[in-house]
């Protein structure tokens, strides 16, 4: 019998590597995810919380595989940015095929990689710092496609006065944990640029999940400013009339570098070993996956199935993709580019060489 599972990884919470920051402390654990998620703690991303009902083992699918040894065992987060295995089980794609897929539902990031790190998976849809990360540990892994890109937002209250982010300074932000690719993003990036230093200038909140950082910025107004991602941001617009928008990421890095597609965010990292001995089976995946990336980006249906699978609002679903795309193909230089953000800041000691971190298939 063909079986996908979706299951809340209960790994250990060895946190990625933590790296000096601003003010606070990392909370233990993080639903960011994409990563990213591997973005909080081991992948950026566009994290849901975990319900009760992902703690269940689902199986569904008829045309049993020959043998045990062609299951390919896919992790993700259920997120925004790496949804796309989870809509590919929504939607029959991995039906069909003469290899057997089976997704795990990870609840984080870290429990995500720590899966990985210890080949309990094949696959992984991870925030690309952390995968450079733990190839800088001795994982043996590699970048086989794209996932998603953009999504970042740092939003403010109107009763601040904060017009600009040069106007941050003094001011205190609420972010997901250190190390990853929003965390990566604020300080390099978006601080960087305005003239800023993360570590005097601001006082920085890390470790916090979406609906926190929303609530102490919005509710209790314990923060002047939080950096979030899609769907969160679109959620709380929804949600507070007096959120507004400081910097969008996605639109400014676009304007920034004149590129068609956001910056890299989330990727499709696979071990070494899979892709040594079993070339095949990681094409037919790739094959299907990328079919799932086309129906995302251009069946009129994907908003309720990408609604369906996070348990979301449609509209939320709608509003989040502005800032958000799906994306195949590895674009390198882009890529390598968001991992520069690590390695100023000494997350990654350097960014690595393209043929260390980049499958290219022989």
Partial sequence: ????????????AAAIFVCGCGAGETAATSAETAGMTAEDAASDSTSQEVSDKDTEQDTQGSSE???????????SIL?????????????????????SIEVTQFADGSALMEAFAAGELDVALSGVIPVATWISKG?????????????HVLMTRKDTG???VEDLKGKTIAEPNIATV?????????????????????????????????????????????ITWEPFAA?????????????????EIKEETGSNAFYPVNVVAANQDFIDNRPEDLDKFLDIYKKTVDYINTDPGA??????????????????????????????????ETLQWAADLGYIDKVPDKSEIFYEKK
């Avoid at 925004?80 to 290899?99: K, M, R, W, Y």
């Avoid at 994982?139 to 999504?151: E, L, P, Q, T």
């Avoid at 959620?235 to 639109?251: G, M, N, P, S």
Wanted: hydrophobic share 45%; net charge negative.
């Fill in 79 to 99: 997120a925004l940015g790496t949804a796309t295995p989870f809509v590919a089980q929504e939607n029959g794609l991995f039906e069909g095929s003469d290899i």
């Fill in 139 to 151: 994982i043996d892994m590699k970048v086989v496609a794209s996932a998603n890109g953009g999504g």
């Fill in 182 to 226: 929003t965390d990566a993003l604020l300080r390099s990036k978006i601080l960087g640029d305005a003239g800023l230093d993360p570590d005097m200038d601001v006082t920085l909140i890390p470790g916090m999940k979406p609906a926190d950082m929303a609530t102490v910025l919005m509710v209790t107004k314990e923060v002047d400013a939080m």
């Fill in 1 to 12: 019998m063909r079986k996908w599972k979706k299951l809340v990884g209960m790994a250990a």
């Fill in 235 to 251: 959620q709380a617009e929804k949600d507070y009339e007096d959120i507004t928008v400081l910097y969008d990421t996605a639109k």
């Fill in 303 to 336: 908003n309720a199935v990408l609604a369906k699978v996070l348990d979301m609002d449609e509209t939320t679903i709608q509003n989040a993709r502005e800032r958000i795309d799906y994306t195949f193909d590895i674009d390198q230089a882009a890529t390598l």
């Fill in 162 to 164: 904060i017009t600009s």
């Fill in 65 to 75: 595989a020959a043998g045990g040894d062609n299951v390919i065992r896919v992790g």
